[in-house]
C-alpha cells in the first residue's frame, strides 16, 4: 500500500521559514517522482514544485522560486520542501504527490498523495 504523510506545517509569521517532510512507503523511488502540491482556500490545487519523472530535474511555480527548495528522499531523510521568506500568500493546505508521470501544471498527473499538511503564514 502506498502512503505518503506529509508533517511540518503549521502558524508562522511572514518571513519566517517552515520545512516540509513526506514520509513515503509502498513504492520504489527509481518509478516514481515526488512533488508538492498546494490549495488555499477557494482556489484550485497548484503545483509548487515537482522532481521530473523523465530527468529527475526541478521545477518550480514562479510564486516560490528563489524562496523554496525541493528535497529528494535519500537513506536518512525524508524527501522534503524548504521554504524561506514565507509570505501571506502561500498560506494553503500542502500536499505531498507521487506519480510515475508527475507533472506539476496537471494535479490530475499525481497516482498518489498525501492527507496534507496546513500551512499558514500571519502578517
Known amino acids: 500500500e502506498v502512503q505518503l504523510v506529509e508533517s511540518g506545517g503549521g502558524l508562522v509569521q511572514a518571513g519566517g521559514s517552515l520545512r516540509l517532510s513526506c514520509a513515503a512507503s509502498?513504492?520504489?523511488?527509481?518509478?516514481?517522482?515526488i512533488g508538492w502540491f498546494r490549495q488555499a482556500p477557494g482556489k484550485e490545487r497548484e503545483g509548487v514544485s515537482c522532481?521530473?519523472?523523465?530527468?529527475?530535474?526541478?521545477y518550480y511555480a514562479d510564486s516560490v522560486k528563489g524562496r523554496f527548495t525541493i528535497f529528494s528522499a535519500n537513506a536518512k531523510n525524508p524527501a522534503s520542501l524548504q521554504m524561506n521568506s514565507l509570505k501571506t500568500e502561500d498560506t494553503a493546505l500542502y500536499f505531498c504527490?507521487?506519480?510515475?508521470?508527475?507533472?506539476?501544471?496537471?494535479?490530475?498527473?499525481?497516482?498518489?498523495w498525501g492527507q496534507g499538511t496546513q500551512v499558514t503564514v500571519s502578517s
Open positions: 522532481f521530473s519523472a523523465s530527468d529527475n530535474s526541478t
Open positions: 509502498g513504492f520504489s523511488f527509481d518509478d516514481f517522482a
Open positions: 504527490v507521487a506519480g510515475r508521470y508527475l507533472g506539476c501544471w496537471a494535479p490530475n498527473s499525481a497516482d498518489y
